[in-house]
């Protein structure tokens, strides 16, 4: 079984900071591409930011410049640092992951996080 638990939203002033983090664990045996998705309410979900094995990152146009997305492979965790956030960005963020089990190594599954709250408010 295979779990992706977010960590680290809350509430944030305007212009204010926050890092996301999101442990992957599990009868893990690699994890390939990860990204961050973000649904505020009464709207659809967003790609945010993602992240290759590699280490490559793309980002959406919204976020270019104030958002970094990186992983830590060891740790099977990949982090969204925030900064200069705006109330706009007020949305729960969920991560995400393709991966590989030890017992299908060679079949890549999309997993999904339950999801942390992000409130930019005053």
């Known amino acids: 079984q295979v779990q992706l638990v977010e960590s680290g939203g809350g509430l944030v002033q305007p212009g204010g900071s926050l890092r996301l983090s999101c442990a992957a664990s599990?009868?893990?045996?690699?994890?390939?591409?990860r990204a961050w998705y973000r649904q505020a309410p009464g709207k659809q979900r967003e790609l945010v930011a993602t992240?290759?094995?590699?280490?490559?990152?793309n980002y959406a146009d919204s976020v270019k410049g104030r958002f970094t997305i990186s992983r830590d492979n060891a740790k099977k965790t990949v982090y969204l640092q925030m900064i200069s956030l705006k109330p706009e960005d007020t949305a729960v963020y969920h991560c995400?992951?393709?991966?590989?089990?030890?017992?299908?190594?060679?079949?890549?599954?999309?997993?999904w996080g339950k999801g942390t709250l992000v409130t930019v408010s005053s």
């Open positions: 992240i290759t094995s590699g280490g490559i990152a």
């Open positions: 995400n992951a393709n991966i590989t089990t030890m017992e299908a190594r060679y079949r890549v599954i999309e997993y």
């Open positions: 599990g009868s893990i045996f690699s994890i390939y591409a």
